[in-house]
Structure formats: C-alpha cells, structure tokens
C-alpha cells in the first residue's frame, strides 16, 4: 500500500491563482480530512468527509473547496489564493471517525508545502 | 464547542529527567482523546490513545476527567524523544492542539 499520498510536495503561487492540492489513499478508508499547519497555530482543520458524497467544514474553510466523488480521493480547491493561505497542508485518512466510537489510527500524508506570493 | 488546549509551545527537558507535556481539553461529552508525534522529516503519527491505556517509547497519558486533562508524561527523557507532539481530541471530526515543541538537552 501506498498509504496516503499528496501532491505536489511545493508550490508557488500568485494571489489570484488558482489550484488543487491532490490526497489519495489506497487503504479503503471511510475517513479524509485537510489540515493546515502553521507556527504557533499547531494544526487547523480546514474540511473534512466521512465518506464519499460527504463533505464538513472544520474550524478554517474560508477559501477552500472540496469534494469527495471516490472513496479514494480528496482534493482540495484553492479558489483565489491569498498570502494568508502561505503554510503546509496535510491530508490525512482513517476507516471511521464517528462520536462515542473507537477511532482507528489516522494515517497522515507527507504534505504539500505552499507559498502564495 | 469542543477544544484543545496546549499551553505549552516550548519545553526544554534535560536528557534523564521526566517530562510532561500539557494537554486541557473542553468538550460536553464522553472524549476520545490522542497524541500525535512528528519527528523530524517524518510524518505525523499517533503515539498513543487514551482508550488503549498504553505506553509507547516509554510515554503515558492518563484522562482526568475532573480536570479535563490528557497529560503526556515519561519519566526519563530521552534524546530521541525531540519532536513535536500534538494532543488531538475526536468526535464526528478530529481537532488538534497548537503543539508543544519538545527539546531534550544533552
């Protein structure tokens, strides 16, 4: 197994540019989610879904897209990209995540480092 | 709503002495609650959960629910024990703290 896969690994963009930020996995999980890393902000969960079809804001969607038409796959949109959205994103998947049940280990991706000029 | 709160951004422990790292959590149900790990270069991963009551690499966390409190604690640090640790707390979605950067002194 692949696990979970993201690409591209760097980008450079322009504010106004568009792009997608891809995440795979290969594991059959139910679970994705995206996250943004920065200093002294830890990470912040920026959407989620919770299966194919399913897609949740988390606690900072503004100016992210996402859709969720595979088990599979999980992109994430930028729509019109802005210097704030400078920061590391991480995908990440399990099979369930669901309140009052046990959790299975979530499996990160190595990241896609993004830097909007 | 819930929360996770890491009060900590920085430790520095000496390498043999014990190590606790923070973790306060603010949520109305019954908390799952984890750490995760990222070294170095690596990816971020799950050291322990608290429904496992486990110990990995010589760590432990124990839930208190009085003080809504998920502690990482070992008693003996060591080198290799440098990295970033985050507390993470799960329900239909799974939240993490800000991160405590742990350093261990020679």
């Known amino acids: 197994n692949a696990g979970v896969t993201q690409t591209p690994k760097f980008q450079v963009l322009k504010t106004g540019q568009s792009m997608t930020l891809q995440c795979a996995q290969d594991?059959?999980?139910?679970?994705m989610s995206w996250y943004r890393q920065d200093p002294g902000m830890g990470l912040r969960l920026i959407h989620y879904?919770?299966?194919?079809?399913?897609?949740d804001q988390g606690e900072v969607p503004n100016g992210y897209n996402v859709s969720r038409s595979t088990t599979e796959d999980f992109p994430l949109r930028l729509l019109s990209a802005a210097p704030s959205q400078t920061s590391v994103y991480f995908c990440?998947?399990?099979?369930?995540?669901?309140?009052?049940?046990?959790?299975?280990?979530?499996?990160f991706g190595p990241g896609t480092r993004l830097t909007v000029l | 709503a819930q929360r996770v709160t890491q009060p900590e951004k920085l430790l520095s422990v000496f390498k043999g002495a014990p190590v606790e790292l923070k973790c306060n959590y603010s949520?109305?149900?019954?908390?799952?609650l984890f750490w995760y790990v990222q070294y170095s270069r690596q990816r971020l991963q799950l050291l322990l959960r608290?429904?496992s009551r486990e110990s990995i690499k010589g760590f432990t966390a124990d839930l208190n629910k009085g003080e809504t409190s998920f502690h990482l604690k070992k008693p003996f640090a060591q080198e290799e024990d440098s990295a970033m640790y985050y507390c993470?707390?799960?329900?239909?979605?799974?939240?993490f703290g800000k991160g405590t950067r742990l350093h261990i002194l020679p």
């Open positions: 594991m059959n999980h139910e679970y």
């Open positions: 993470a707390l799960q329900d239909d979605k799974i939240i």
């Open positions: 608290h429904i």
């Open positions: 990440a998947s399990s099979y369930r995540v669901q309140a009052g049940t046990f959790t299975d280990t979530q499996y």
């Open positions: 949520y109305s149900g019954s908390p799952e």
């Open positions: 879904s919770v299966g194919a079809g399913i897609t």
